[in-house]
């Protein structure tokens, strides 16, 4: 998937989901998983885990996440507020 249709996908979703689900389904619809985001990142997959899952917020591994993703971490993390 492009970056701009998870733009457009993120924007339609936003407000009808929680952030953790809209995460979720924009890593499965790009095929992109934690481990490939702890590679890449050198961050641990479970503390990755935990901020999808909004256990956490850690602010360096959203931004690991919105990166792959190309969604600002703002607008991911906080449902587009």
Request: aromatic share 8%; glycine share 8%; proline share 6%.
């Amino acid at each position: 998937m492009e970056l701009n249709q998870n733009i457009q996908t993120f924007d339609f979703l936003k407000g009808k989901y929680p952030p953790r689900n809209i995460v979720k389904a924009l890593m499965v619809l790009n095929e992109i998983t934690r481990a490939s985001i702890a590679r890449d990142s050198g961050i641990p997959v479970n503390t990755i885990y935990t901020n999808i899952n909004a256990h956490r917020k850690n602010p360096r591994v959203q931004g690991a996440i919105s990166r792959w993703l190309g969604i600002p971490a703002g607008e991911l993390f906080d449902g587009g507020k």
